[in-house]
């Protein structure tokens, strides 16, 4: 599985931006898709994860209630959009892919990674 994630920028705080991950090769609708993060100087980041045995979407309390995560298995593609975004948020933002239908946080569970996308949000 190879994903490619894009949709990156600068924006100002309180802007909004949609990530979008297109995954191709051996996907599986099935297996868990999700976003993680890594801001400078910090730990890697569950930010969200999708798949249909999780009920659909999982959001990290950190960013609930501003963060969507949603999926296009049509497209092989999955979509992080972040709204009223701060600087805290500032981070590169990975696709991830796992082979199993229950994956959740745990980084170890992803198999498949993209190269990131840079998200810079100005105060």
């Known amino acids: 599985v190879q994903l490619q994630a894009s949709g990156g920028g600068l924006v100002q705080a309180g802007d909004s931006l949609r990530l979008s991950c297109a995954a191709s090769?051996?996907?599986?609708?099935?297996?868990?898709m999700g976003w993680f993060r890594r801001a400078p100087g910090k730990e890697r980041e569950f930010v969200g994860a999708?798949?249909?045995?999780?009920?659909?979407?999982s959001i990290a309390e950190s960013v609930k209630g501003r963060f969507t995560i949603s999926r296009d298995n049509a497209k092989n593609s999955l979509y992080l959009q972040m709204n009223m975004l701060k600087p805290e948020d500032t981070a590169v933002y990975y696709c991830?892919?796992?082979?199993?239908?229950?994956?959740?946080?745990?980084?170890?569970?992803?198999?498949?990674w993209g190269p990131g996308t840079l998200v810079t949000v100005s105060s």
């Open positions: 999708f798949g249909p045995r999780i009920g659909g979407a």
């Open positions: 991830a892919a796992s082979s199993l239908t229950i994956a959740g946080a745990n980084s170890d569970r992803y198999r498949y």
């Open positions: 090769g051996r996907t599986n609708s099935n297996h868990v």
